[in-house]
């Protein structure tokens, strides 16, 4: 937590996902999303992080530490994006098992191969071991699948880096993503990915 200020945590509970896409998809009225059905409150903050709140329109996906909301998903061209806040946390919370478990494979059965992941509000990153990255990888390669994180912190990038977790997770910049539909941030960053290949 180090590489944050603390003022930016006591903010953490006015973090709304990004919503600007939810006239063109909504997880909990996918029903091939891991998210279908849930219910959200405007008014009742029950998840933390670092015992501060966050917004309750962030999904739970049994990590204490880490959270998300599942923004697009397009089976068809096979592509996710999905926008993260928190800390991720393996060597304690075993964060990639439980994202991998919960949410990955879920979305991988439903032809999902290409995941954005947004992470410019993962505050920290504590490693364990790869295997839950290798077997991701794994999962997606024969369909061309690949993971992007966008606009992480350079602090946490670091820790991804140090523990080699850039050879199954590419990390992007994008600053300017929220201007764009869906597509076209798909394809721009599916062309990015082409070219680290």
Known sequence: MAAYDARFLVFMHELEPFYNWRHLYSAEEDEFSPFFGVEHSEFEYSNTVYNYYIHPQWDEFGSRTLYLKVLFADYELGFAIL???????????????QLKRSVV???????IVKFMLITENV???????????????????????????????????????KSHIDHYISLIDSPNWRTFQPGHFFQAIDNQMLRLR
């Open 83 to 97: 926008e993260m806040i928190g800390e991720w946390n393996d060597a304690v919370e075993n964060d990639i098992m």
């Open 123 to 161: 505050l920290n990153f504590h490693s364990s071991d790869r295997d839950y990255y290798e077997e991701w990888s794994e999962d997606i390669k024969d369909d061309g699948g690949w993971i992007a994180a966008i606009n992480m912190p350079e602090a946490t990038q670091y820790d991804f880096r």
């Open 105 to 111: 494979d879920l979305m991988v059965a439903k032809g």
